[in-house]
């Protein structure tokens, strides 16, 4: 898969907005005439980065996305401490998946002083008509009264970024007014998928229902959601649910029928990407499944999230559940 290649570059400090959409369409006319490809695009995605390492590593898995999503990319560094003034680049990049080239562009907008709290009035300059306009907050959760939240068809973040079970409530509340993706969410499926497999062969079944206590590991976003999912979908109460500290997710539940007890487990190890299921019983029998994680994590996370802008009824259910828990 060949990487999008920039083709043309237009960059200057203390504009307008005007100037930059004018700049943008010069851009296209110049790609035109020298038959650089079709310009596409099915989304405006605007990524709001507070700084420079959220910055590149947005726009470097954008980009990487090119050749299946190609978009208008937005990427607003806001400033509201800085001067107050509008610096801009824009660049046009091309890329040919499946042999046909075609073009999509990429703005970059440092926005200082008071405009920066009212990003709504600049990326409303650069959205393209009758498309979704996805919001992507990077490394935060946003308050939902943010203005920029006014023009999203859909607003992807990361639950991950939300620090403590207020965050959590910030984001449930975020998520009955636009449609939300967790990026976290669509990571952790291989352990949701994996400890569900566990139950299939009959052996195995019975137990669902003998829950009696579990505890999920993980970072505090990915544990408490884990701990809502399975506090939701299983009816447990929050106290069966014990949420720790660790830095990579494992779920281990624990289920008992009279004095017979089961394990299930569900993991990753420190050096290997892969995430590895077993199930013990009592009787002897186990069952063990593997998943092999994305080597690329944050681009495929954003692909499949990108792919389904719809509500994930699971998920919010998951992350009610989620703020009754602790931290």
Known sequence: MADAVAVDTWDAQGVTLSDITGALSDLRHRSAGAAAGARTAVMTLIAVAAGDDQAYSATQ??????????????????????????????????????GSPITFEEVTLIVGGQAAHHLDSVAEAFTLSDLPIVVWY?????????PLLSVASAVLLDSRDAADTGRMRSLLELARRRTVVDLSWIRLRPWRALLAGLFDPPPC??????????EVRGKIGPRQLLGGWLVAQLGLLPDQVTLVDSRHVEIRMTCRQGDREAIFDVGRGDAVRVVAARAELPDGFTRTQAAQLADDPLPTALAEGLTHLDPDTVWEKALSAATLLGS
Do not use: K
């Open 138 to 146: 990077v490394n935060d959760v946003p308050d939902p009264t943010d």
């Open 205 to 214: 079944h019975p137990w669902l229902g003998a829950v009696d206590s579990v």
């Open 61 to 98: 898995a954008l980009r990487m996305l090119g050749q299946h999503h190609p978009a208008r990319i937005v990427l607003l560094r806001p400033e509201p401490d800085g001067v107050a003034t509008l610096d801009a680049r824009a660049v046009l990049y091309a890329t040919e998946p499946n």
